[in-house]
């Protein structure tokens, strides 16, 4: 709901709004400032809250209009686009009938290593490369990958199989160059509210890849989404990638009912990362048969051919072997599903 | 990793085994009082750390014998009986080759309700009814069922569609009442640590349906079937039915990957809960596809023939009418991962 | 809120009002059943939407009454009653001007073991005297306490110091027997939710210590006292424990906020446990004067002579000499803020 | 423990070092790339795995020297620095006897707002103004602050009444202008993990804020203060605020026992901001004052004259006169313990 004042209108009214606004326990937010404000509400309010709040405020001094806009993000909302986005990179498709699956290591470690990588999964029935070149760490003292080395290999294992490449950028300052070099851009957990690169990445032409924070509700991940759109680029993937929670057995939990819940509200693509999420390699592939069935439009996996021997991520890596056992029952869970998610059914809330 | 000390060692000696063990930052419990004391270690040990620990225990005073037992856990652990367990109740399988459904309404409301609702799910492919005669609740102020009533109405529900009774104990004095009335007895999430309730139906030769804690880890889910078990009883099914987080979009969050992992650490059939975990009627859906995918033996779900009108958690139940789609493509999905379930390949770690 | 039905009115008429209310995203639970049906919604309502729902309710077909409690619990809240409760057990006082101060051993161990601490936390100002006899354990494998063995022996400490006791009871069965010994009736976190058991000793006329579970709101902590008094025993004290989060260097996270929001919606005495909420004896004593400082009427601390021997919980209990060290401050602490927190200022919302 | 390989070793012998610590459960991480690359073992090892791991590794191929770091920090550490921090920007300090109290609004909103805002906390006893003019935003809708305007109604407060300004900077490209207002800057909860600003902040000669993530640990938390003091800035203040955990009833949980835990590892100075971490006004002042007596060095509280026409956070903003009321109280507690805090007793572990 917005809330439009008249021009120049005394702060003092604006107040009176606010307060007015707050007696139904709602956080009311200046979305423009003055000589013209607009007040946002973004709960959600049904129909007779609505109607009671429009009734309430519209004859107060000051007001120019009230406006319903429904939620909080208007951009990636179904309401706002009805249709599905699908995302086209190089002719693989994202949000379409097949899955997309993004595999590859976590880091780029070597030429060799890449290239061997970037075969086997393309074998397997991978769709896109990833690969960090450029590493957040918790620790300073921590690899924090090759850098643009690493960027110019993935982009030769690209060259070699047609696979695009997915790889994550940490900085405004790197954008250009990540960008030269990237199918996808990849917006990390730890940047989904780093607003400046959000809006950074808003004003390129090419897809953004946006992880859900470890702490990030459904509703943050979606208004982090809203920056990106706001700034113009409409092509942004959502991936879900395990919050964090008091359970230790595993590296996070995947929420795997974000799924459909992030289809329900947003037409944008959906993936899930189901190597981050759980952090075993042998638990990897249950949960990415699940995924697919709670209809994520793809998956991003990390694969290594000698995973005790990776550079980073070793433990939650899935070995070529393994891998290519998962894309074939990947294949058939999908196959079992995937009408049921186009026809407007059960399935299709 | 068990200590066994000799018979009337002093009380000191004791002391001296627990403080060694404490400087590994393992947290050592008396597992059996004197004249004989038996120390347990109950996190996992690396064999490197175990012959280590090994080393620097079994030279001390007192001690008699170190053994190692692995986990914490001993009777649920696959180690102890490598195949699976199949619980079988008048006909009725869970943790075969087909999927167990357990279907119905939160509560019995009245006769005529819960025999339209029995007749239908079983029509749509459920093997099992439940219903609710005796109900936890927060408020003492709640509905909490109609107890004995409503087990009659099970019965007579169960009587006519030869589907088997899950309905929920809650107190040690109701359980020799709703044993009569149920073919499987179903401990809710609350009662997960009640270990004196644990063990009653632990005598009890009739199977148990044991729903994962709020705020419970997987570990102790298994430690508490432990209890069942220890008292003779090793028919446990295990429930994933959501856990406590900071998401709120949903009413819980189904932890996917405790599917994988139960089944890998544990031979007891393993089943979820969507409709509590979401407690939104539109995602359980996508959910139940996902736990069926991630390897699960079956599904809980509440079903009602007018939801919104339901006494008790209207809102997460589904239509008769959604079930029977969803009940077909619950068929599609397990035929798809079946076999590679039961061969030994990726999906069985 | 309550919607009181007319007698015998038809069960649709009933289903109506439930569907009306759920329209404004609330959710009606049937408090008291046919003939004369009760409606409660225990969410809190702002005055509009209660003059609203109150609307749009009391003309329907079946509705007698509709009448406002304000929340979803009643005797527990301060509305209900205005002044503090206090509790005075043989002359110990629980809700006062002094901090109560529950000192003892995690688990009796042995006679000459509780005679030592009992002598040593009275002498340092302890005012009750705890240890557990009955033990809930999260293995069935581990040491469950002495039992009436480890009861006597308390009561012989509590004879010799005067202290009175503070014990677990964790189940219906073992009540009668603990009631005998206690001075309070522990209910552990486990069995917050234990209703049965919270109904048993409601029946008493015994104070009892309610723990707040590992994974439970504020709000579900005062339904949970709510069931005792319902059933008559007025005579509860809160006790926040620390909660379950994502932050593993300390075994729990107290909430430290929980004192004065509790304080703020109830008119029970409130205590905290920071032994169990950080589980390392070092952090105790800060977190102790944060409890003092936030308001809490009394601590709950595990002391133990020799804690590295300790046969149950050694980390986290503190030596009796940091004890005596830690009671001096308590003191100190208590004194500077509590005016302000009976004086009805700032502290007392 | 850092593992020094030899200069141009085989790829493969940094392979097989990872592999055996990985043998232990250890997450090795590559600190320092080719030609010589140094492996850091980050997670505390205590003295006997310690010695067990260098005799495991020492013999390997390629090893050039293994060494204790004790943890996975190193600057932030008390081990390497025993003294205290202090921190004193224009006479006022921060870790010293006094506690400090940054006061001021969420947003400054005009320049009457802030002078009134100003004059009143100093009155009260504040030694900190603060006061965003760039706030990082949720939704992209809302008010992001004044800006550069906002910075200089802040200046124009601070030259007024002789109190430093902290102000929240949120991206690189603000960095110089916000330094040249700043007295502290500050680094938020969204911006814990941005590690290009952390650097950025760590290479200027300014006091630095750090505020905790929601969903950060205490260890990351010193690990991103590792990263600016990794840079050459050691004047990092550390702040809790509060973390995402299930309870609602308050904005978020503080972690109370953050503060002992932070002073016992680390010797920067620990405040705390209660305002942020409960989010209703009348909450603050029992934890602010739990926060001094849990040894924190000082308190961030929002204060608005007029809390309910706030344009941002006005629910958990204090008014002048509570705030007041508050101070006399901080100074009595902090008196009660400040002695004990630095006398190297029972509250100094």
Redesign the interface.
Known sequence: MVIVMKENCP??QV??V??VI????L?P?????APRVIV?V?EDL?K??FD?LTR?VSEMEGVDAVEMFGT??KLVSRSFRPERTTINVAGQVIGGREQAVIAGPCAVE?LENILEIAASVKEAGATFLRGGAFK????????RG?GEEGLKYLAEASRLTGLPVVTEV????DLPLVAEYAGILQIGA??M????LL?AVGELDKPVLLKR????????LL??A??IL?KGNSQVILCERG????????RN?????????LK?LSHLPVIVDPSH??GKR??V???A???????ADGLMIEVHP?P?????D??QSMTLE?FR??MR?VG??R???CD?YNSG???C?
């Open positions: 702060k003092r107040g009176e606010l307060a707050r007696q139904y326990d956080n937010r200046i979305i423009s400032p946002g973004v049904d007779k809250l009671q309430a909080s993000w070597s957040p760490r918790t620790s300073p003292y921590s690899f090759l940490i900085t405004r300052r730890r940047n509210q780093n607003f400046a809006e924070g470890l702490m990030a509700t459904v509703k943050e208004l982090s809203e920056y706001a919050i964090r929670t008091f359970e230790k057995e595993t939990t995947l929420d795997i009912s974000a799924v459909p819940l329900q999420a759980v042998e638990l592939p249950a949960v048969l699940a995924a697919i069935a709670a209809g000698d005790d021997y990776a550079l980073s070793g433990r393994a056992d998962l029952l058939s869970v196959e079992a599903v049921a059914g059960v399935l809330p």
